[in-house]
């Protein structure tokens, strides 16, 4: 079992930044670098979007092209923390932003509560 709790999300103008934080913990005991962690979101009416994913091991990043270029994910391993670095945020951007952590990119078992991005035009 992983527990995940984001942090970060605020109300921004278009073209500000914010960093999301991921901070996990397993009462398993399994440690935070055996997990593929990714973001995703979900904006209201609909459903829930892919937004970037890092590796467990060799650290390669996936973005939604959507994202590409304005955001950048990355891991502390000695922290047990995902960030998500957003730039030049776009209304469209406007979501709850979810955590998730599996066993390897694309299957995901563990999911945090989200938190909220509004970004104003």
Known sequence: QVQLVESGGGLVQAG??????????????RTFR????????????????????????????YYADSVKGRFTISRDNGKNTVYLQMNSLKPEDTAVYYCTAGSRIGAYDYWGQGTQVTVSS
Do not use: H
């Open 16 to 29: 500000d930044s914010l960093r999301l934080s991921c901070a996990a913990s397993a009462a398993s005991g």
């Open 34 to 61: 055996t997990y593929a962690m990714g973001w995703f979101r979900q904006a209201p009416g609909k459903e829930r979007e892919f937004v970037s994913a890092i590796s467990r091991t060799d650290g390669n990043t």
